[in-house]
């Protein structure tokens, strides 16, 4: 019963990757927490007030959210209409050389570890309805699955509200301290972010927590560094 649950989640963990929500959740997240860190930073290092940091921290929110989920929306969408055409041209494919796909799918069957004869039962079998040879062969000889192409709404949906999620961690501290104490509690919170996504992202892959852990804070703290001295050095220049 516990390896029925293990595959399972297995199977749904799979799903999610092809069709792009788990992507574009850590994507999301993890460019929320670091591109809006950058830009906190980058003005506070400056030298603005808590209410310009705010200001230019929402503005790169809202851009990078929107673009974000544009972005993603695209992507998914073009990758669906893509597949869609492959099996367009495999239903065309179909009517002008079914015994052609039908020879493939056997020996697609046979490489998988069926024997010749099975698979030549198999594949005739399937070749039976056009549905069913249109879906086998594009798993089979295409390497994709027709029914796991993914929602371009639920990636671009992923990717809004993950993105506005992680720029929160960086800009929450602001609305109430400011100056230095404002920044380091900035850092933290985005390090704490920063900790999570890289877990999962270790957890997910099968590689031990720490790994993506110290990924992540290696570049949140490599971004802390550039950024706000960008910043300071552009605001000492100006003043």
Request: a negative charge; glycine letters at 12%; charged letters at 15%.
């Amino acid at each position: 019963m516990e390896q029925e649950k293990d595959s399972q989640l297995l199977a749904r963990r799979a799903l999610q990757v092809q069709r792009g929500a788990a992507r574009a959740a850590v994507l999301g997240v993890n460019d929320g927490l670091v591109s809006v860190l950058c830009i906190v930073l980058a003005v506070a290092g400056a030298g603005a007030s808590a209410h310009n940091v705010l200001l230019a921290g929402f503005a790169g929110l809202i851009a990078g959210a929107v673009s974000m989920a544009a972005g993603e929306w695209i992507s998914v969408k073009a990758q669906a209409e893509l597949f869609g055409g492959i099996l367009k041209d495999i239903r065309k494919l179909i009517l002008e050389d079914r015994s052609l796909l039908v020879k493939q799918v056997e020996d697609g069957l046979s490489k998988s570890g069926h024997g010749d004869k099975t698979a030549e039962t198999a594949a005739n079998e399937i070749a039976e309805d056009d549905r069913h040879l249109t879906e086998v062969y594009a798993r089979q000889v295409m390497g994709f699955n027709p029914d796991e192409l993914g929602s371009p709404w639920v990636a671009a949906i992923s990717s809004f509200a993950l993105f506005t999620l992680g720029a929160l961690a960086p800009l929450a501290p602001w609305f109430f301290v400011e100056g230095s104490i404002a920044i380091w509690i900035s850092i933290i919170l985005t390090g704490i972010g920063g900790l999570i996504v890289g877990g999962y992202i270790s957890t997910s892959s099968g590689k031990p927590v720490i790994n993506g852990a110290l990924r992540q804070i290696g570049i949140i703290i490599l971004a802390s560094l550039v950024t706000y001295g960008v910043g300071y050095l552009f605001g000492v220049s100006v003043s």
